[in-house]
């Protein structure tokens, strides 16, 4: 199966595991190139080991989620959430 | 699961019987999650076919021939069988009737599911916005909810065009190509109605239609998209 690049909000269930909530309206801003938008408007890869979303502009890896230790964790890379809870 | 519906030769419904299910908004989905004897797990995401009205929960599944998960959705699994599923999920790619309108969609392939669920919705929410859909199909026999989307059309509350772009039905009135910009340009609110606009298909049908939209003018923050990508699974 080849891996094919989809859009952020396919990436809803994994994103929700991960942070515990719907965030694909949440706005991320990528830090390599300023571009913001809502999460679901990213580049996900579903099918990589883990989740990748990236940003559509400059292609940097925004958030990759994974399996680990049984539960669901995000590793955030060029990208600034909003602050608070997430 | 409680009921199995050919939509078309590659395409058939599941209906689920979910006592605890929540409620949904159209054009939420659900991520499917098949795990084998061995452990080994495969999941999917699929939209939501039904509207929050429907009173059953409807997944429209198109068969992948390398899929790991659609051949099991809609060949295998028997009636009475059990799911696991993840949702209601996603709050972009959703319409409400509080949202109003016009509504512009475009539907690649089974693209249209989720816009079936906004169709209903629509007519639940005792109709009132204006919508227009384009949906691009190979052929005639490839259009899923064929009766459905007939049925609206013939009634004029919904303006819905065609494009088949690999084989024609004589006569045949719609289009017949791969969507472009002068087919959106056609079939388009214009800019001025100020639409708000929801696109979904494979990606390369996805950015056409986004890219034209724009180009026409249209607010880029009302357009909406889902690509599901050349296959899904």
């Known amino acids: ?86 | 699961m409680v009921d199995l519906i050919d939509e078309s030769t590659h395409v058939r419904s599941v209906v689920l019987d979910l006592p605890d299910w929540p409620g949904h908004r159209a054009g939420q989905h659900v991520d499917v999650r098949l795990t084998a004897e061995d452990g080994y797990q495969a999941q999917r995401s699929y939209s939501l076919a039904s509207s929050p009205e429907d009173g059953q929960v409807v997944l429209t599944v198109e068969v992948l021939d390398d899929g790991e998960v659609s051949p099991y959705l809609a060949g295998e699994l028997q009636v009475g069988d059990q799911l696991e599923l993840r949702g209601p999920i996603g709050g972009y790619f959703v319409w409400t009737a509080d949202l109003g309108g016009p509504l512009q969609l475009f539907a690649g392939g089974s693209g249209v599911v989720p816009f079936r669920a906004m169709l209903r919705h629509r007519a639940a929410a005792n109709g009132g916005v204006p919508v227009r859909l384009l949906y691009s199909a190979r052929r005639l026999e490839d259009v899923i909810y064929r009766d459905e989307l007939g049925r609206l059309a013939a009634n004029g509350e919904t303006d819905i065009r065609f494009t088949l772009t690999r084989e024609w039905p004589d006569p045949w009135g719609g289009y017949r190509r791969r969507v472009d910009r002068e087919m959106v340009e056609q079939v388009a609110w214009s800019p001025e109605d100020r639409p708000l606009v929801y696109v979904c298909g494979p990606t390369g049908f996805v950015e056409t239609v986004a890219d034209a939209m724009v180009e026409l003018g249209h607010d880029q923050a009302a357009i909406r998209t889902e690509r599901f990508g050349p296959s899904g699974g």
Do not use: K, W
């Open chain 1, 1 to 86: 199966m080849t891996t094919t690049a989809v859009d952020g909000n396919a990436a809803a269930g994994a994103l929700f595991e991960a942070y515990g909530r719907e965030m694909t309206l949440v706005v991320a801003t990528c830090t390599a190139c300023g571009q913001a938008g809502p999460l679901a408007e990213t580049v996900a890869y579903l099918q990589a080991p883990g989740v990748v979303l990236r940003c559509r502009r400059c292609d940097a890896v925004l958030i990759v989620v994974v399996a680990h230790q049984g539960g669901t964790v995000a590793h955030e890379s060029s990208v600034r959430l909003p602050g608070g809870d997430v």
